[in-house]
């Protein structure tokens, strides 16, 4: 492990001492939680070791996922750390209690009608099931999606998004070579460097953890908050914000039950 859990409490102190004369980032109804995150780090340095030795998969706090997996020097993407998939209550569970009328746990185009269906049926198999509802990466939809994606930029030459005539002819052609065809083989074979390629560019790309300024950002709260966000269904915590042109504040209780509020989360880099 690239941190001992006693640089991790240290570095968890000096954050919170050098954050605990600062005003709130929000509305005095909002505080900063500057102790809450302090306490939680000193948790997570703990729990941190354990998580490692007994497997990625194993469950823990989303500041302690997250502090492994910066120990670690993994790159920072979909499934790791907090980075987990979005979850929905309109979940598979949710949809065959009210159109799964058979109960054979799949639903046809009879039970779910119209234009839902046909978005709804992402593997094209013509039935709704539990695998279309899944959207990780080890999903059957995400996987046949990476492949055809690598094999279409393999053949889009001018990275336009669209192919033309001229495009694939010149693949069929770069493929077939003196022979004049192409078998499976070699459809196989162009798959597989379609695919080496671009695990190539996303090796290349990928920011890898290793240095200790991905660390100080991570206690600093530059690459998340350790408080674990509020679970599916629950009320979201309260918040006061400034408007862009900073002549006004916004405050999230004051839209409760009164009009729906979507609030969007990223980083726009």
Do not use: C
């Not at 750390?81 to 979940?91: A, C, I, K, L, V």
């Not at 908050?225 to 900073?246: C, E, I, K, M, W």
């Amino acid at each position: 492990m690239r941190a001992s859990v006693l640089s991790v409490l240290t570095a968890a102190v000096l954050t919170a001492a050098a954050h605990a004369g600062e005003p709130a980032v929000t509305d005095p109804r909002s505080p900063a939680p500057t102790e809450e995150a302090a306490r939680r780090w000193v948790l997570a340095a703990f729990e941190a070791p354990l998580l490692d030795y007994y497997g990625r998969g194993t469950a823990g706090s989303e500041a302690a996922r997250m502090l492994a997996t910066v120990q670690r020097g993994d790159p920072l993407r979909g499934g790791v750390g907090w980075y987990d998939p979005g979850q929905s209550r309109y979940d598979w569970p949710w949809f065959t209690d009210r159109f799964d009328t058979n109960r054979d746990r799949r639903l046809s185009k009879e039970e779910l009608k119209g234009e839902w269906f046909t978005r709804l049926d992402r593997d094209r198999d013509g039935v709704v099931t539990a695998d279309d509802f899944d959207w990780s990466d080890k999903s059957s939809w995400a996987k046949q999606t990476g492949v055809s994606l690598r094999f279409f930029r393999a053949i889009d030459g001018d990275g336009s998004g669209k192919l033309n005539e001229t495009e694939v002819l010149e693949y069929f052609k770069k493929l077939a070579g003196e022979k004049g065809h192409v078998n499976p083989d070699d459809l196989r074979d162009a798959l597989l460097q379609a695919a080496a390629v671009e695990s190539g560019k996303g090796k290349a790309k990928a920011k890898r953890v290793t240095d200790e300024g991905w660390m100080k950002g991570l206690f600093a709260g530059d690459l998340g908050s350790p408080l674990d966000g509020p679970r599916v269904g629950r009320a979201a915590p309260d918040f006061t914000l400034t408007t862009q042109d900073g002549k006004k504040q916004v405050t999230l209780s004051d839209y409760r039950d009164k009009r729906p509020v979507v609030l969007v989360f990223g980083s726009f880099t």
